[in-house]
Nanobody
């Protein structure tokens, strides 16, 4: 059983920054590709960023390319998402999970509770 815990969300003004963190218990994910997903109210959950097990290869959706940076610390079993130049359309619940199919919203583990990001204009 893998328990994922996301943190770091909050209320931020448009143009501001937030850094999200994800930790896992029950399993080390140092050999797994990982990703950040988000779900806005009334919309499907989508993958916004992914990173391979080594950290050498990353993926970003078009909507966040150039503004978000995904990183990982395998020694600490943590995953991070630096979000800059936040805009209203970034407001959503953010989740981390392993990436079963690269670039796609396909995962393997149970979802955590997520962390809410709210962007004010």
């Amino acid at each position: 059983q893998v328990d994922l815990v996301e943190s770091g969300g909050g209320l931020v003004q448009s143009g501001g920054s937030l850094r999200l963190s994800c930790s896992a218990s029950g399993r080390a994910f140092n050999k797994d590709p990982m990703g950040w997903f988000r779900q806005a109210p009334g919309k499907d959950r989508v993958l916004v960023a992914a990173i391979d097990w080594s950290g050498d290869t990353t993926f970003y959706s078009d909507s966040v390319q150039g503004r978000f940076t995904i990183s990982r610390d395998n020694a600490k079993n943590t995953l991070s998402l630096q979000m800059d130049s936040l805009a209203a359309e970034d407001a959503a619940e953010y989740y981390c999970n392993t990436v079963l199919i690269w670039g796609k919203c396909a995962t393997l583990w149970p979802w955590g509770r997520g962390t809410q990001v709210t962007v004010s204009s």
